[in-house]
Every structure is written in C-alpha cells, then in structure tokens.
C-alpha cells in the first residue's frame, strides 16, 4: 500500500512540475513583450523603426528595423512613444554606422550633434529632418572626422542608425535599416 500512495503522488507532482514550466515560459514571454526596449519612436523616410514581437518574446530583444529601403539622404523624425517625462533635454545626437563585415562599423559614417554642443540646438520631437542637409544649429561630421553639409550614404547597404536623447533621462534606439 505504501508503494501505491507514492506512485499516485508522484503523477500530479510530474505534471504540476511539466504545466509550471511551460507557464513560466508563457509569462516570460509575456514579460519580454511587454517590457519596453525604448522610449523613443523614429521614423526613417517616414517609415517606423519596428521590433519583431514574435522574435522579442522568444529571445528577450529584436532589434529595430525600419521594413522598407530608404534613400541615400533620408529624413528622420523622432517621438516620445509613451510621453516619458525626459526632464531637461540636454543633447539629441544621431550616429550612421555602416555594414562591416557581418556587422556594423564601429565607427560612424556621420554623426550629427547640436552646433557648439549647445541645448539650444536640439532636434524637436515631431519635427522632420531632411539628413542630407542638416539643420541650422546642428552638425555633422564623416567617417573621417571632417564637417560635412550632410549625409550621403551608399546605395544597396545596410546602416544602423542609433538616436539618442540625453538629460535627465536619458534614452537611446537602434534602428537598422537599408538604401535603395
């Protein structure tokens, strides 16, 4: 008799323990797509920078990607996608690294920063930028460090664009993308 109660304890137990597991899995999976990767929504020639939720729940991050081919000079806008209070906004600075070997440079092929580094040359949430002519109070350097009027990518590659907001909270995206 005593053998019996064990075997009829030991069935419930293996499949609390088996249903527990895939529950876990389900609330993990729940909890990496609800978790936020980022405040900020951009726009890439007016196409959103999108997350692979399927790919998010799975792995626990999907990068950014914008879906569509962007020009060579592409326009860039920026959004708070949940009105995060960001406090006061010291700096806005967008950095273009090119594919390099089965990833990205790590250097960038431009950076585009406030004039002087001044808080009084910011690019403005909603506002859209034509990058192949940055905006007055803004600047943009190359790959070789020169001041240049602004971005000129390569036809038929892949870049990551990475935008960040500084100040008192601060908060950056990664957003891959491709030119036509």
């Not at 978790?35 to 959103?48: C, N, T, W, Y």
């Not at 690019?123 to 790959?143: I, R």
């Not at 460090?145 to 602004?150: A, D, F, I, L, N």
């Not at 971005?151 to 993308?177: C, E, H, W």
């Amino acid at each position: 008799m005593w053998k019996n109660s064990r075997v009829l304890w030991a069935i419930p137990a293996v499949f609390l323990m088996t249903s527990g597991c895939s529950m876990m899995s389900a609330v993990g999976i729940g909890k990496n797509v609800m978790r936020k990767d980022s405040h900020l929504a951009v726009f890439i020639d007016g196409m959103p920078a999108k997350q692979n939720k399927l790919k998010k729940g799975a792995m626990g991050y999907a990068e950014f990607k914008v879906e569509g081919t962007c020009s060579t000079s592409p326009s860039f806008k920026y959004e708070f996608a949940d009105d995060k209070n960001f406090g006061r906004i010291t700096s806005t600075n967008i950095n273009i690294h090119q594919a390099f070997e089965n990833n990205y440079s790590n250097q960038a092929e431009f950076t585009i920063y406030p004039a002087g580094g001044s808080s009084d040359n910011l690019l403005e949430a909603g506002k859209t930028y034509n990058l192949g002519s940055v905006p007055a109070g803004m600047e943009c350097m190359n790959f070789d460090r020169q001041k240049v009027s602004g971005v000129t990518l390569k036809p038929g590659m892949n870049y990551m664009l990475i935008f960040t907001v500084a100040g008192d909270r601060s908060d950056s995206i990664q957003v891959l993308f491709s030119t036509k």
